[in-house]
């Protein structure tokens, strides 16, 4: 499967904005997403997870409540919807995939072989 993560960008602490997820093939019903973040001088960070159809969401607790998984089914989209920002949520954002429903290794970057290009995300005080 193939990825493509874009809808970064600039936006005041307290806004919002939408990421989207792009895959391509047919069988990305058989993958599961991870979105992750890496901020300057920090390891990347696991944000949220679920099935390509949303399914089994999982988010991490620093972003539970504020950030939330959707999809787009006929477009083999998925998004990830970036509430109350704070601008310590500036990082890089990805989205990733490992062909196998949400498992154990969700929160591991390693777990996912394939990886969008990222996207930047910068929220000002």
């Known amino acids: 499967v193939q990825l493509q993560a874009s809808g970064g960008g600039l936006v005041q602490a307290g806004g919002s904005l939408r990421l989207s997820c792009a895959g391509s093939?047919?069988?990305?019903?058989?993958?599961?997403v991870g979105w992750f973040r890496q901020a300057p001088g920090k390891e990347r960070e696991f944000l949220a997870t679920a099935g390509w159809y949303v399914t089994n969401p999982i988010y991490a607790v620093p972003v539970k409540g504020r950030f939330t998984i959707s999809r787009d089914n006929s477009k083999n989209m998925q998004y990830l919807h970036l509430n109350s920002l704070k601008p310590e949520d500036t990082a890089v954002y990805y989205c990733?995939?490992?062909?196998?429903?949400?498992?154990?290794?969700?929160?591991?970057?390693?777990?996912?072989?394939?990886w969008g290009q990222g996207t930047q995300v910068t929220v000002s005080s």
């Open positions: 990733a995939a490992q062909r196998s429903a949400v498992n154990r290794d969700y929160y591991n970057p390693r777990a996912y072989p394939y």
């Open positions: 093939g047919r069988t990305v019903r058989e993958y599961s």
